[in-house]
């Protein structure tokens, strides 16, 4: 296959279960849809668990030392969320969102553009935030297969088909942003070939899961977080881990 087949296929996953979910959610009622966003909330925080364990990763305690793991991952979230916030992006990503949301589906307003801008945000960040994304995306461009976003396809288009049915068109809409990103990610791959350590792979995926958290706070209702203005400490994580180690 070539270089980039992981992030098509996922793509195709997630335009294909939004589909489904398009036709079969009109015909369950709103306490349906309520309890199925609830159950991917609840998954979503169980998969950001999992993520976060990668902060006890053993190459990355060895890169950084045994008390500075933690700290990465804070200092990560501290200074990304600030380069986010002076940069707007959760507000740019729900701007990207009511544009997409004008373009696709015409004289709609109100609550049809909120609950659009929700599902495009909501399924945007899901979708692009595991550790999958990375990982999958970088091997995709280093040769190493698509294996990875194959595994990640399928859950995306299994999850996108309960984001449509509860949230509606957004979700399709999401499937532009996963092409960007996986797509960006692998040509990254496929750039500078294999240049980030395990240990830095271990802290991207560590903040990855604290920015899971945050969505799935958002899918449970509970605080609405602005993940959005977090995604930055994804690139911080790996810088902060070079200079550690460089610092030892």
Known sequence: MFVGFGTVLNVAAVVVGSGLGLLVGHRLPQRTRDVVTDALGLVTLMVAGLSTAAVLDADLVAEVGGSAP???????????????????????????????????????GGESRRRFVEGFVTASLLFCVGPLTILGSLSDGLGQGYEQLAVKSVLDGFASIAFAATLGWGVMASALVVLVVQGGLTLVGLVVGDVLSTGAVAAITATGGLLLVGVALRLLRLKPLPVGDLLPALVVAPLLVEAVSRLR
């Open 70 to 108: 933690v700290l990465v991952v804070l200092g990560s979230l501290l200074l990304g969320g600030i380069a986010g916030s002076l940069l707007r992006v959760e507000a740019r990503l729900e701007g990207l969102g009511g544009t997409l949301q004008q373009l696709l589906v015409r004289g709609a």
